[in-house]
């Protein structure tokens, strides 16, 4: 009885540490599988595909420690650079961001529409995928930003926009 309660506890407790860094707590949708540990990520999410499209999106949450991972809008920057239109050109003019407070957090987010580049040789797709959309949210917490990423194509992520905001309105400080 005994081990079978130590085994519960354990598994609760690494349950619990994937959905926290930075000094924030925050609850992601059932739906979403948890993946396993991956480099430079606090926490990794597969969200299921969208009637119609053949592969799901994928939920990425990092955080690099209190005064790392770069200023706000040098992130914001970046997100965009990994897409353009379908022409090739910056979609800078097209996305959507705001700054906001949710539970008393700031809060930066991103919307961007178009081909995803990624973002180097180990942050995105080896070819680059037309017909994409980001969704992304920096949370600026007490021991430094937490950086959301939702990326995946078009119509899955926009199936996925009040779960993702959802999450972000459940963001905490611990």
């Known amino acids: 009885m005994n081990r079978l309660l130590g085994v519960l506890v354990m598994c609760v407790a690494m349950a619990a540490s994937a959905e926290e860094a930075g ?5 992601a949708p059932t739906e979403w599988a948890a993946q396993g540990e991956r480099p430079m990520r606090a926490a990794t999410y597969k969200v299921p595909a969208a009637k119609g499209d053949t592969e799901g999106a994928e939920l990425a949450v990092f955080y690099f420690g ?6 706000v809008d040098a992130n914001v920057k970046r ?4 897409f353009q239109t379908a022409d090739g050109k910056p ?4 996305a959507k961001t705001k700054a906001e407070k949710l539970g008393g957090l700031p809060v930066t987010t991103v919307d961007v529409k178009g081909t995803y ?4 040789p180990m942050m ?3 070819t680059p995928k037309p017909g994409y959309r980001l969704l992304g949210a920096i949370v600026e917490g ?3 930003a937490v950086f959301f990423k ?5 119509k899955t992520v926009a199936a996925s926009e009040k779960s993702f905001r959802k999450l972000l309105e459940s963001v905490k400080k611990k």
């Open 79 to 82: 997100w965009l650079g990994q």
């Open 124 to 126: 995105g797709p080896s």
């Open 91 to 94: 979609v800078d003019k097209a």
């Open 142 to 144: 007490p021991e430094g």
């Open 150 to 154: 939702l990326t995946g194509p078009e």
């Open 66 to 71: 209190q005064g790392q991972g770069g200023a």
């Open 117 to 120: 580049t990624g973002g180097g």
């Open 23 to 27: 000094g924030l707590t925050w609850t």
